[in-house]
């Protein structure tokens, strides 16, 4: 790993899979705190951009000498300063550990030098797994303020919620920096991610069966569940409020602007596009007309597949950071669970083409899944949506579309060879 200093650091960077600006040109790198835990090095980095963008933070462990800084002396002692509460000093501030679990922890469970591994799977953080029993998350992309994983996980543990693996406690960065650092949960053995297990079953069938949908019934009924323990208003900052005319009308602005980005951004690459921006601008400003309905609250925010766990016949929700390209602000704000539910739908199109692509016979997958996953959502949070049903099928279909437009920027931008399917999936809606 070189140094971030040096010169061919930037092009290290850009290579990590959880830096965020790969596509725009590195000013200068900082190290404007650090951390010594013997001997690795917790380094808050601070990047800058030449075309305007606003710089960013990134968490950086590093041992001299060393390309791979997480070993399992690393781990555990980054683990003992949450496990232990530790406050140590920094730089240019502290890192201080939270213990914020109960009696009976796994915390305390733990040998005094656990087993330790690192999980492969994750782009955007970096997660240890210590004795089988605890997952720490350290979290790369640092923002000032309190991380909504750390946030979130203690207002649903405060309000009972059991659908969501156990918080355990917190690493966060003061002084300079003033973010979380780390989030540590309950480990549970899964019997699989849900995009894993419903990509299987769309592989083997063309259509989804009465045991799958029965099974994407519960999912929906879970979110519903979470939505309505997030729908509690003992905290102003996550009680819910109603949807007005004002949200709508700002709801449409920030997509018609959204609707420009991808169109100046994948036009070029995607045939047909831009003929098509007339009727989808149409279909954007319905929303601004709706009737209101239902309620803003808090939610998930970046809900899809690949949040959720099968785990001992029953489905849990994690990973309530929210989309980390967003700052803290816009991933708090207050939206109608219809958000939650469209990032649900979508990933059931993502994994009916993914099917497809892994050379499944064509079939109906996702429609019979979606409506199956809002009969179950329906069946624990109608009360959560509009009464009017056209006006939430326009609300519902304005985030739908808000999702797919937001994927084919990502998919240019960073999969290039999964492009048609958010591409695919848009003009089929318009043709």
Avoid at 273 to 287: D, F, H, M, T, V
Avoid at 321 to 343: F, M, N, Q, V, Y
Wanted: with cysteine; charged share 30%; net charge neutral.
């Amino acid at each position: 790993m070189p140094q971030p200093e040096s010169a061919d650091f930037a092009a290290w960077l850009k290579r990590q899979r959880w830096f965020g600006g790969k596509e725009a040109e590195i000013a200068r790198v900082r190290v404007v705190d650090e951390a010594r835990l013997g001997g690795l090095s917790l380094l808050a980095l601070e990047v800058s951009y030449r075309e305007g963008r606003p710089a960013e933070l990134y968490l950086l462990p590093q041992r001299p000498g060393s390309e791979e800084a997480l070993d399992e002396e690393s781990g555990r002692a980054i683990l003992e300063v949450l496990r232990r509460g530790l406050c140590l000093r920094t730089r240019a501030g502290r890192l201080r550990g939270e213990r914020l679990d109960g009696p009976e922890s796994a915390l305390d469970a733990l040998p005094e030098r656990p087993a330790v591994r690192q999980l492969s799977s994750e782009q955007s953080n970096t997660s240890l797994v210590f004795g089988e029993a605890v997952i720490l998350k350290l979290i790369r992309k640092l923002q000032r303020g309190k991380n909504p994983e750390l946030e979130m996980g203690e207002v649903l543990a405060r309000r009972g919620f059991r659908g969501a693996p156990a918080l355990l406690g917190a690493l966060s960065l003061e002084g300079e920096v003033e973010a979380t650092a780390g989030v540590a949960h309950r480990f549970l053995q899964v019997d699989a991610d849900g995009w894993s297990y419903v990509l299987e079953a769309f592989t083997r069938d063309p259509a989804p069966g009465a045991a799958l949908l029965g099974e994407i019934r519960e999912l929906g009924a879970r979110v519903g569940e979470l939505h309505m323990a997030l729908a509690d208003p003992d905290d102003p900052a996550f009680a819910p409020e109603p949807i007005r005319a004002s949200d709508l009308r700002r709801w449409t602005e920030s997509l018609l602007g959204d609707l420009e980005e991808t169109l100046r951004l994948a036009a070029a690459k995607v045939p047909g596009l831009s003929a098509r921006a007339g009727r989808l601008r149409e279909r954007i400003r319905r929303l601004a007309t709706a009737a209101p309905g239902g309620v803003r609250l808090r939610q998930h925010g970046d809900l899809h597949l690949g949040q959720v766990l099968r785990c001992s016949g029953r489905w849990l929700i994690f990973d309530f950071e929210g989309e980390p390209a967003r700052t803290l602000a816009e991933r708090r704000e207050k939206h109608s669970p219809c958000k939650d539910i469209a990032g649900m739908l979508r990933s059931f199109s993502y994994a009916a083409a993914a099917a497809e692509r892994r050379g499944a016979v064509p079939g109906d997958r996702a429609g019979p899944a979606g409506k199956a996953f809002l009969e179950g959502y329906r069946s624990t949070a109608r009360a959560l949506l509009p009464e009017d049903e056209e006006a939430g099928r326009i609300l519902l279909d304005s985030l739908v579309l808000e999702k797919l437009l937001y994927e084919l920027r990502y998919e240019v931008g960073h999969r290039p060879d999964w492009v048609e399917i958010p591409a695919r999936d848009l003009l089929r809606e318009e043709a």
